[in-house]
């Protein structure tokens, strides 16, 4: 079945560092990809939206500056936290989607953002 | 009101009970449906996706939609210790953004 890689998947780092998360689709072309942000026992928050050779759709009171979304290829999607502060620490998650069909969205193991 | 609306849980069962999870939706746009199951600390891995009312069997899980009353259900046939998670229902209007349910935690005890 179709394979979505997302690395790394545990960072712990000091206030004020960026941090870029890369997203992959291993078999298949996504024509677009998600990102979420979810905290312990809640469910998915879609944070944008990102489609190859486009600039992202951000979901509301998602600051685009802060969040830094990449599609630069078919295969590739990275998430910048600028200048992350411990309120940023989450677990992200990417998803993909090859666009064709009604093939639904596959999930990467998401990362774990821990900013001390 | 959400777009999906999904039982909170948490559900506690023994092993080889037979548990149903359930979610409703609003938007009778909605034609794709689907279940994830998410255990701690990785991310959500597709179970099952139907577009149709009716049921979808696969092994232990079944799939039920009726969309005259907007109405979605994962049955869990046998459960296991290991069917241990979160199930989270999704719906969609074509292949794009999905809206998700906020999960139903399910422990299975030995």
């Known amino acids: 079945g179709a394979v979505v890689s997302q690395h790394p998947s545990r960072v712990i780092c000091k206030s004020g560092t960026s941090v870029k998360i890369e997203c992959r689709s291993l078999?298949?072309?996504?024509?677009?990809m998600f990102w979420y942000r979810q905290f312990p026992k809640q469910s998915l928050m879609l944070m944008a939206t990102?489609?190859?050779?486009?600039?992202?759709?951000?979901e509301q009171g998602v600051e685009k500056d802060k969040f830094l979304i990449n599609h630069a290829s078919l295969t590739l999607s990275t998430l910048t936290v600028t200048s992350a502060h411990p309120e940023d620490s989450s677990f992200y998650i990417c998803?993909?989607?090859?666009?064709?069909?009604?093939?639904?969205?596959?999930f990467g193991d998401g990362t774990r953002l821990s900013i001390l | 009101q959400k777009e999906v609306e999904q039982d909170p849980g948490p559900l506690s069962v023994p092993e080889g009970a037979i548990v149903s999870l359930n979610c409703t939706y609003s938007?009778?746009?909605?034609?794709?449906f689907m279940w994830y199951r998410q255990y701690s600390r990785k991310g959500p891995e597709l179970l099952m996706y139907?577009?149709?009312?009716g049921n979808k069997e696969d092994g232990r899980f079944t799939a039920q939609v009726d969309k005259s009353s907007k109405y979605i259900s994962l049955f869990i046939r046998d459960s296991q210790p290991s069917d241990s998670a979160t199930y989270l229902c999704?719906?969609?209007?074509?292949?794009?953004?999905?809206?998700f349910g906020d999960g139903t935690t399910l422990t299975v005890k030995p």
């Open positions: 998803s993909a989607d090859s666009g064709q069909g009604i093939e639904p969205q596959h």
């Open positions: 078999d298949f072309q996504a024509t677009t």
């Open positions: 990102s489609n190859e050779g486009s600039k992202a759709t951000y």
């Open positions: 938007n009778s746009a909605f034609q794709y």
């Open positions: 139907t577009y149709s009312s």
């Open positions: 999704a719906v969609n209007t074509n292949a794009g953004k999905s809206t």
